[in-house]
Each structure stands twice: as C-alpha cells, then as structure tokens.
C-alpha cells in the first residue's frame, strides 16, 4: 500500500498545473463582493488559533489536486482537477461545485517544503474542520484518522517527514443525510431550511512546528466573584511531572496585571486586581495572556492568547421572574439566528473581513447576542465576537430531523431513541465542541438540542452539559420538546412573539420568531422557490412589521421573557427572512430603525 501511494504521489507531483484551467468560481448562483477579490495563492491567510497564538506557522490554503471516486477504492488513478482550499467541494469557490454521495469518496493532495528554520523541531499538521471522516498520509505513510465535521483536529507528523517535497495525502468521506454524524442543515436534496452539503476540508490547513515538550490546549475560566482567573495549561508530556511548570502573565495593554504560576499539572491561579475590567457587549474588554512552558527550570514553549473577565448565571428579580445575568446584572439578551452560510462558499466566509462583517452588522442592528444556528464557525468568527462584544448561544448541530415534536406543552410522549452508533458519536462530538469553544469569552449558552432534531435522553444530556461546563448557562432544547430541566425554557414561534408557557423556576426565553421575508430580485439563489413565514414587498412594509414584533415583545419582557432571537441574520439559499441578503449586498431593513428598537430592548432591564 505505501509503495502504491508513492507511486501515486510522484505522479502528482509530475502533473503540471497548466493540465488544469485556471481557478475561478463556478456555477450561476449569487456571490458576495468578497468573492471577486480572492486570491488563490493567499486564501484566510489569517492565524487560524487566535486563542493560543504561536509566531512560527505555515499556510497550507490553496489549490490542491483533487480527485472524487467510488468508496473503498484504494487510490484515483488521476486527478480530477484542482480544489481552492479550504472551500468545501460543492462549493462555487473551490471552483469545482460537485456533490458527492455517501458511495463516494474525495481525495486531495499537495506537496509542502519545510522551512529551514524549523530543522530539529517536531511538526504539527492542522485542520481546522473537515466534514466528516478524514484519513490522512504524509509520504505515504499514515498518520492519523479523524471523525466530526466541526472541530479542529492535528497529527504529529514529524516521524514521516522527508528533506526536501513533502507529500500530503488526505481522503475524505461524508454520508451527508445518509449517515447518522451531526451535519446541521446539510441533506442531498435542498428545500425550504434545508441547504446544500458540505463535504471535506471548509477550514484552514496549516503547519506548525513545537518543541518536544510543548503546550497542546488551554483552557480559561474566569471568577469575577473571586477575582481570580484559572488557566489550566495541557501538554503533551506523558505525564505532569514537577519538573514542568507552567506560567502565565496578565496584560492590559502594556501593563503587566497580574502573574501566576503551577507545577505537576495543576491549574495557574491568577489573582485579578480590584479595579479588573469587565467585559460585556458594551465594554467588551479582553486581556492579553502570555503563556511560558518551562523544563528544568528552562523555557521550551510559549503562546499569546487572551481572556476576559465575565460571568453568566441567572438571579430570580424582584417580581419573582428568574432572568438571565451578565457579571451578576440582570441583561435581556436579543439577537439574530445566525445560520452562518454564504452564497459562494456555503460553510466558509470568502475572507477573514466577510467573517467579521455579519459580526460587525449584528452589533449595527443593536443585537447583544447571536445564536449560531446548527452550525460551529471558525474560530476566528467567535475572536470577532470576544473583541465587538456579542454573547453567543452555540447550538450543537443536529443529525436527525424532528420525531414527536409537541413544543406547546411539556413533553408527555416516547422520546426519540438512536441508535448506539448514533449515540456516541453525539456525545464525541459534542464533547469536541465544547472543549474546543470553552475558553471564548463570548460563549455565555451551550444548546444541545433544537426543536426535537434528533432529541434524545434530554435530562441526562442536559446535566451532562451543565456539570461539564458550570460557567455556562444550559439551553436544554431550544423550541423542542420540553423538560424541567437545565437553565431556561426555550419558546419558539412564527411570525409573531407568543408566551404560550412559562417556567417560574427557569428563565423563559423565545428562542426563535419572526421569519419576516422580502424577496430582492437581483439577489436570490433561486427564481421562483423563495420562502419566508410570512412576506412582504417593500423594505418599509418589512420594517413596520419588525417594529410591531418588537414592541410585542417589549410588552412581554415585562410579563417574563428573559432574552429572545429573530430569524434571521440573512437570507439563506430559498429562505428570504433575513436582515440581509444572502449575498450581503443589501440591508433590507431600515437599519436606524431596527437598531434604536433592539438597543431599547436590550437595555429594557436596566
């Protein structure tokens, strides 16, 4: 097998890339601006890890050779073409727009050089998600196989390395619908909420060279109450022994705040000043951390990241109404559903300015908060949203689509059972999730199921969730079927805001409304299927009708809802109910308008 992969790797190397035309986006469906400006030879050229930031670091994004056959075959005899990573296959900017079915599979390769700086140095291959089972070989030789659509996952490649071209091999398979994986809004045959597939690599590949002993993860938990700030500091060591110790130093700006440090594996306890700075959606501030890695008394590693000091609980007011809290303020939190799909590049933003523009107008519209949608986003989009200042409720993205859904009354039925397969791998990934998100400041809700979508042992996860991260609130089942259980009751109703329950003992949310579509001919996916809960034909007839909602809800603000999401943040393929375009070109709304009502609302607990 190795030798037959060499083989093959050699030949790819031989093939001239003028054997293939040159890289533009396909298909006839609308594109943002962004996507007339990108350039393959330096595609999200950004630093993929925000949180724990080394200097040293290779882009592998660009075009790579690709190749769809049937499953279970053991190599392509040729190439296909060529693929712009890391936009996914049936993609228009990975300008090859294919889909693929659950009987095929997707191979890339490219070949990479090593900088000569990094001799002596292990080697880490990174990818920031791939959809859903990837094998990968460098040289030949196999280093590792990965499954979830959603996460980061890296091999140390350092034992299959050559002088000179490296060989990177990486196959991929994805059921879509057929399978039982997470895949959010993904199915074969896209209709109403349901959109394209996303298969293969829709994140950043990159290169990374460590020491022997290096820091693998972090994990930052702040105690506004206790004014301390715990960094629990992993690595690769066998085992923490005393010899390793751990250090971390505080910034604000250029001012050192305050320091800590710890041996044999135990967290670093940083004591924060009294006058230690907050953050919230007004005042979103972020501390700079630099974390060293010491052996024997000598320094081996060291990464930049950042933390802020927030807290995320709930307190019942003085009219008896359980509300939702940030750093221990009552705070009515108010958003858009933010599904987090683009024209051009369905799962993955054309470029690092369009990932933060949907942030960036979002705090515009005077939203607080957004509920990423059935989707987990690159890591630099919740970056963008520690430094504007939005809380985020992260859904966990679903698999099956709804059994019993009696989402007007408490749930009196037989819940939904999966399959044993089905199970662990929902409980894998969304351990994979959390533990990949925790140290964002702006994550303040964890959901992990919504509208009964594959909803399962929905107490047990519930608390599962909650006693795995106690610093979040628990969403149990966001318009699903509901249980007395986790942080809140979860509403969902179209067009217009509606109570039909409430929880004394929880908060009481409405977790989706609104739906308002406007149907703007020059940018649309499709003609003639456009879809909204209910539409309009002009920009103002949309806004009144935002504004009447709105001033609904102010008035059951009062009577006890604690936060509350309008659907949508843009237009999505068929459906025309966002705020924006799908294509972004166009606000459809009166932005001044909106903002003025959502900036009253968020404010209305004050």
């Known amino acids: 097998m190795k030798k037959q992969l060499l083989n093959f790797l050699l030949v790819s190397v031989a093939i001239s890339t003028s054997a293939f035309a040159q890289w533009h986006p396909v298909g ?15 595609v999200l050229p950004e630093y993929p890890r925000p949180l724990m930031e080394r200097s040293e670091w290779e882009n592998l994004n660009g075009l ?3 190749a769809i056959q049937k ?16 936009f996914a296959v049936e993609s228009s900017l990975s300008g090859v727009g294919k889909r693929l079915n659950e009987d095929q599979e997707l191979w890339y390769n490219r070949s990479f050089n090593l900088p000569a700086a990094w001799k002596g140095k292990r080697v880490l291959l990174h990818f920031g998600a791939v959809d859903w089972q990837t094998d990968v070989w460098v040289n030949g030789v196999n280093v590792g196989r990965h499954t979830g659509g959603f996460t980061p996952f890296s091999f140390d490649v350092t034992a299959a390395l050559t002088k000179g071209a490296n060989q990177l091999l990486v196959r991929v398979w994805d059921p879509t619908d057929k399978g039982v994986q997470p895949r959010g809004k993904q199915v074969a045959k896209p209709e109403g909420i349901w959109y394209t597939p996303v298969s293969g690599i829709w994140q950043t590949v990159w290169l990374e060279p460590v020491p022997e002993t290096y820091i693998t993860a972090l994990k930052t938990t702040p105690d506004i109450d206790q004014r301390q700030l715990q960094i629990e500091v992993q690595t690769n060591a066998a085992t923490q022994l005393g010899y390793i110790r751990a250090e971390a130093s505080v910034y604000d700006g250029q001012r050192l705040v305050s320091s800590g440090a710890s041996v044999n594996g135990e967290p670093v306890r940083i004591a924060m000043p ?3 700075k ?14 060293r890695l010491c052996c024997n008394g000598k320094e081996v590693d060291r990464v930049d990241s950042y933390a802020a000091m927030r807290k995320y609980s709930t307190k019942r007011d003085e ?6 809290q940030l750093n221990n303020q009552d705070l009515f939190q108010y958003g858009p559903l933010d599904q987090g799909w683009w024209p051009d590049g369905l799962y993955t933003a054309p470029c690092d300015e369009a990932l933060a523009y949907d942030v960036k107008k979002t705090k515009d519209f ?11 986003e690159l890591a630099r989009w919740y970056t963008h949203c520690d430094r504007l200042g939005v809380i985020v409720w992260q859904d966990m993205p679903s698999g099956d689509r709804n059994p019993e859904w009696q989402n007007r009354s408490y749930f009196n039925g037989t819940e939904f059972k999966r399959s044993a397969e089905s199970e662990a791998i929902y409980r894998k990934e969304w351990k994979e999730i959390m533990d990949c998100l925790y140290s964002y400041p702006c994550i303040g809700v964890w959901v992990p199921f919504n509208e009964a979508w594959g909803q399962f042992k929905t107490q047990e996860i519930a608390e599962w969730t909650k006693q795995y991260d106690p610093s979040r609130l628990v969403n149990p089942a966001s318009g699903g079927n509901h249980y007395a259980c986790g942080d809140m009751l979860d509403l969902h109703n179209y067009p217009g805001p509606e109570m039909y329950l409430y929880d004394a003992q929880r908060a009481t949310v409405l977790g989706e409304y609104g739906g308002i579509g406007l149907v703007l001919k020059e ?11 209910i539409q309009f034909n002009s920009s103002q007839e949309a806004t009144d009708e935002y504004l009447k909602y709105a001033k609904m809800l102010e008035t059951m603000i009062t009577h006890g809802f604690s936060a509350a999401v309008y659907t949508q943040t843009t237009d999505v393929e068929v459906e025309v109910n966002g705020l924006m375009t799908y294509d972004r070109k166009v606000i459809k709304l009166d932005e001044q308008a909106v903002r003025s009502v959502n900036t009253r609302i968020c404010h209305s607990l004050r």
Not at 71 to 86: F, K
Not at 366 to 376: A, E, L, P, S
Not at 523 to 533: K, L, M, R, S
């Open 28 to 42: 006839d469906k609308i594109k943002t601006a962004w996507a007339e400006k990108i350039d393959p030879q330096h």
């Open 64 to 66: 790579w050779n690709y």
């Open 71 to 86: 499953r279970g075959e053991s190599l392509p005899a040729t190439y296909n073409g060529q693929i712009l990573v890391p």
């Open 274 to 276: 009294a006058d230690m």
């Open 278 to 291: 907050l953050w919230s959606p007004d005042s979103p501030f972020l501390y700079t951390v630099k974390l």
């Open 319 to 324: 009219k008896g109404i359980v509300r939702l």
């Open 366 to 376: 005077g939203f607080n908060m957004i509920r990423k949608h059935i989707k987990v």
């Open 523 to 533: 940018h649309i996916w499709e003609p003639n299927q456009n879809w909204g809960y």
